[in-house]
Nanobody, 126 residues
């Protein structure tokens, strides 16, 4: 059983920064073989891709909504992925979830992420 657990959410003032972590665990889970992605969702809206990082060469991909002010990273030794968002805006308010994909094509579409965390709430106050 693979578990992804997000942390770092909370209340952030507009213009500030947030840093989320995603810790992976599981008996046969080999963290450094997976693409790690971050997604967010607001009630009543579809899940939105935020960022992804490749397992082998650290290629990254970002949604236009966060490009230029976000950084996704990973520490394979710690089985942990991170998402940092700077200059946050009220529209960044959402539940942020991490996910893992073994899909070989880059970047994987949302449906190719196999494992998902429960999510962590991020609220940005204006």
């Amino acid at each position: 059983q693979v578990h992804l657990v997000e942390s770092g959410g909370g209340l952030v003032q507009a213009g500030g920064s947030l840093r989320l972590s995603c810790a992976a665990s599981g008996g046969t889970f080999t963290f450094d073989s997976y693409v790690m992605g971050w997604f967010r969702q607001v009630p009543g809206k579809e899940r939105e891709f935020v960022a992804a990082i490749n397992w082998s060469d650290d290629r990254t991909d970002y949604a236009d909504s966060v490009k230029g002010r976000s950084t996704i990273s990973r520490d394979n030794a710690k089985n942990t992925a991170y998402l940092e968002v700077n200059s946050v805006k009220p529209e960044d308010t959402a539940v942020y979830s991490c996910a893992a994909s073994l899909y070989s094509r880059w970047p994987p579409a949302t449906q190719f992420y196999k494992y998902w965390g429960q999510g962590t709430q991020v609220s940005v106050s204006s």
